[in-house]
């Protein structure tokens, strides 16, 4: 009898669900089958590597992905424990033809999942259902792979340094505070503040699959509270924080502000712009407007596009960007890296870009002009479906002759501001976004917003994300 995959597990930009009730062992072999033999489909000898996150499950996880790839016949490369980042740059520079990573990125402790890439791309949307499909259909190839270990974490880490010390070697040092968030970056955290000036602060180094420090999400403002109150404490002129395999980046500014992933992307957009006048720079659906106004005054080219970073990346490749983020914290460079998500990277760059200016964090972010607006609102969609209701209210819109950009769920401009809604596609939710030149505007803007949800009897609160 076939073996199949919950269709659960299958999600837009990887696979990832609860362990031992959506996602079991054996799921994980023939996910190692289905995935070796796509891979084999191109390649005669591919080599593919695996990491894994510090999840309680990962370990397990990892060894039974890995004796499914060996049964097609590949050649196998485990780069050990760390952040998923690590494991794309052992895709890069080992030249592998693919790669997995065993994680459940920023989700509960009780999740996990895998991350794909292949050919130095990402693995998504229809080519993770296609997986499912080959494993229902039993369809793999046969043959006896090979298996090395090796720990690049050394690799890595010199790989982050020598981009640090050769750009920003003159720059003040800082003092920073630092959560790793009990995630997979702690161990390589560690080695990394060693070898770069200033006062380091480390918060929840050790690696543990329990996160009982707080949730693995830094776009959860209750996550960031430990990190916030050691900035502000310890008088640090910044603090960083990571999800749980490191390819998320949350950053608070001195006077203990959260700085969200789109307002860092203006920072980091303004020294890519000055090296690369007129570049690219794509952000997500749920971005500020500001951000893609301030782009095109710095006389680069914003574009919105669908949130998801297998969605970026791709739209990255495509339109050379050079410099791509998300709301979550995801930022991708292509100036000066291979276009991968990579926290620590986005970490060290902020760094330096600090270092080489007078001002503090705050004082430039306060120059912008004054905006409200709220983080990611997630609005529980169990009962019903998330996409159904996305569609309903757009064929509201469409009755009333409303225009609106429509790439990833609706977002829609108003007089003084804009709103957002759209389906996730990592959890049973709705996500919700709103921007205003007043408060007395963004609560009109939010009234309007949930009287379209109560026709579905769901609730905008502010359980943020």
């Known amino acids: 009898m076939c073996a199949l995959l919950s269709s659960k597990i299958l999600k837009a930009y990887d696979i990832r669900g609860i362990v031992n009730e959506e996602l079991s062992e054996t799921d994980a072999w023939n996910i190692g089958k289905s995935f070796g033999s796509t891979v084999k489909d191109h390649c005669e000898k591919p080599k593919i590597a695996v990491g894994y996150d510090g999840r309680l499950s990962s370990p397990t996880l990892k060894k039974r992905l890995i004796e499914g790839l060996l049964t097609t016949g590949v050649h196998v490369i485990e780069t050990g424990l760390g952040p998923s980042p690590m494991l794309y740059y052992a895709s890069h520079f080992l030249k592998c033809h693919a790669a997995i990573m065993v994680t459940g990125s920023h989700n509960p402790f009780n999740y996990n999942g895998f991350k794909l890439v292949f050919e130095n791309k990402p693995f998504f ?59 997979a970056t702690g161990e390589i955290l560690k080695l990394l503040i060693q070898q770069i000036p200033g006062e380091h602060i480390l918060l929840n180094e050790v690696i543990d699959g329990h996160f009982p420090a707080h949730g693995p999400d830094p776009t959860d403002k209750k996550n960031l509270i430990q990190l916030q109150e050691a900035v502000l404490r310890e008088e640090c002129d910044l603090g960083i924080a990571f999800d749980g395999d490191g390819d998320r980046i949350g950053a608070i500014d001195d006077q203990g502000e959260i700085i969200w992933g789109d307002q860092l992307l203006k920072l ?28 095109n005054t710095l006389g680069g080219k914003g574009l919105m596009w669908a949130t998801g970073h297998s969605l970026i990346k791709a739209k990255m490749a495509e339109t050379k960007s050079l410099l791509a983020g998300e709301m979550s914290g995801h930022i991708f460079f292509a100036d000066r890296h291979p276009g991968y998500d990579d926290a620590l990277y986005a970490a060290l760059r902020l760094i330096g870009i600090l270092g080489k200016r007078s001002h503090k964090l705050s004082a430039w972010h306060k120059n912008f002009p004054q905006v409200f607006n709220t983080p990611e609102i997630r609005i529980d969609c169990f009962q019903q479906d998330k996409f159904d209701v996305i569609d309903s209210i757009k064929a509201m819109l469409d009755h009333q002759q409303q225009i609106y950009f429509d790439l990833d769920g609706i977002r829609m401009a108003e007089k003084h501001g804009w709103w957002l809604l759209r389906a996730s596609h990592t959890q049973e939710a709705i996500v919700a976004r709103f921007e205003a030149n007043s408060l007395e505007y963004l609560d009109k803007m939010k009234e309007k917003v949930g009287s379209y949800l109560q026709q579905f009897n769901l609730t905008l609160n502010e359980h943020l994300t």
């Not at 296609?130 to 690799?155: C, E, M, P, W």
């Not at 890595?156 to 003040?172: C, E, P, T």
């Not at 980091?268 to 500020?288: C, F, M, Q, R």
């Open 268 to 295: 980091y957009a303004e020294e890519v712009l000055a090296a690369h006048p007129g570049a690219t720079i794509i952000a997500d659906v749920k971005a500020s407007q500001t951000l893609f106004d301030y782009v």
């Open 125 to 183: 949307g229809s080519q993770i259902q296609s997986l499912g499909h080959r494993i229902a259909k039993n369809d793999f190839h046969q043959g006896i792979g090979t298996l090395d270990v090796y720990d690049i974490k050394d690799d890595y880490l010199s790989y982050l340094l020598s981009d640090f010390l050769n750009y920003y070697s003159k720059g003040k040092p800082l003092k920073i505070a630092w959560d790793a968030g009990n995630g």
